[in-house]
């Protein structure tokens, strides 16, 4: 017996007559609706899309055969036995899995469908605003854990607004912590989006895990800028929590181990310069140790800063450094004067040495 295939342009029509009704009944599937943090986690589904790996099984033992995994091609739409092609880009698993069990239910009897994503896509994600390097990423779906000080932790599950913000070089000094807006495409229509507020200084500060949800594909994270610099508190813990691991700077100059160094993210200024060894003695000016930044539109930018051990953790005047950043601790009078003596003194150090070579010569001359 042959059964109808149920093409992608007849997949959208089926949709809409099946599931509109629950769509407009729910009020978190509203577009552009702003949600609390505990709504974002209560009514949130992750939303099919091309390159899902699904696996479809049957409760009923004499069903088994028609199960399987599958999945999704750039179109959205894969091949099933029986109904054959079918579109479920821009479902939830919920209502993929609602539809199936109708479709199957026109030539089975109690199909008892139960679809699962087996292999999550990889997600594209952007992140723009406050942070060091605003884009799109590519997160693995697979387990692509946050940082914790510096620390990798390796969490089954999808990637967190942390671990994007990491991804993204970190937040800069101007970021509004109270202020992180997540925006989400809502099922079906892709134009309709749903906006929902985040305080990461919550989370930094009280460990309320609920302004760190997990990501889903095509997710926009921005960071507004704050009106006012964030406490020093705060600061300290987000340049340990929304930054990369480790950085690498350039320290150079009149420290005892110049090159290049990595660190832990979020070091400053003179936590850098302990690392290189410290100021050599006699010769740093403690007054005039440069900070040479590329910024983001290709610039460059220098600051002067004086070296005092007794300054704060990311303060104004020590400030936490980027990756790529270099410290020059420039000579003191003393060290410079003392190098221009040496290299006056060289050449006549070199005559002296000719003149009694030829004293010598002479003598033995002399002798014989």
């Known amino acids: 017996m042959d059964f109808p295939r149920l093409g992608p342009c007849l997949a959208p029509l089926l949709l809409l007559s099946q599931l509109s009704a629950p769509l407009q009944a729910a009020p978190s599937l509203q577009p552009n609706a702003k949600q609390s943090a505990a709504e974002l986690s209560d009514f949130d589904a992750y939303i099919l899309g091309a390159g899902d790996r699904l696996e479809l099984s049957f409760l ?13 091609l750039n179109d959205g739409s894969t091949s099933l036995p029986m109904v054959g092609s079918v579109v479920l880009d821009g479902l939830t698993v919920n209502q993929a899995n609602r539809w199936l069990t109708s479709l199957y239910r026109r030539y089975l009897r109690r199909p008892d469908v139960n679809l699962r994503v087996a292999q999550p896509r990889p997600m594209q994600v952007s992140v723009v605003g406050q942070v060091e390097n605003p884009g799109i990423y590519v997160l693995n ?4 854990g ?12 999808l990637p967190t607004v942390v671990s994007a913000i990491q991804k993204a070089g970190g937040i800069t000094l101007n970021a509004n912590l109270n202020d992180v807006r997540l925006q989400r495409k809502l099922p079906g229509d892709r134009s309709q989006l749903r906006e929902t507020q985040l ?4 989370l930094l500060q009280k460990g309320d895990k609920r302004q760190n949800p997990f990501l889903f594909d095509g997710d926009t994270i921005v960071i507004s800028r704050a009106p006012s610099p964030p406490p020093d508190e705060v600061l300290e813990l987000a340049a340990a929590n929304l930054s990369p691991s480790s950085i690498t700077v350039n320290v150079v100059g009149e420290v005892k181990n110049p090159g290049r160094i990595q660190l832990k993210a979020g070091t ?3 936590q850098a310069l302990f690392a290189a060894g410290g100021a050599t003695p006699m010769r740093a000016n403690r007054n005039n140790v440069e900070l040479v930044r590329i910024n983001r539109d290709g610039t460059a930018t220098l600051r002067r800063y004086a070296l005092d051990y007794n300054l704060g953790v990311s303060g104004p005047r020590n400030p936490p450094l980027r990756d790529g ?16 003596l040496n290299v006056v003194s060289q050449p ?6 000719i003149w009694a070579l030829v004293n010598t010569i002479q003598d033995n001359n002399n002798n014989n």
């Open 146 to 157: 946050s940082t914790v000080e510096g620390k990798s932790a390796s969490i089954p599950g």
């Open 348 to 353: 006549l150090t070199g005559l002296v040495s």
């Open 199 to 202: 305080n990461l200084a919550a």
């Open 268 to 270: 400053p200024l003179i």
């Open 141 to 144: 779906p697979g387990g692509e």
């Open 60 to 72: 009923s033992p004499s069903y088994a055969s028609l199960g399987g995994s599958f999945e999704l």
């Open 325 to 340: 950043d270099s410290v020059i601790v420039n000579r003191s009078v003393l060290a410079s004067g003392s190098d221009v």
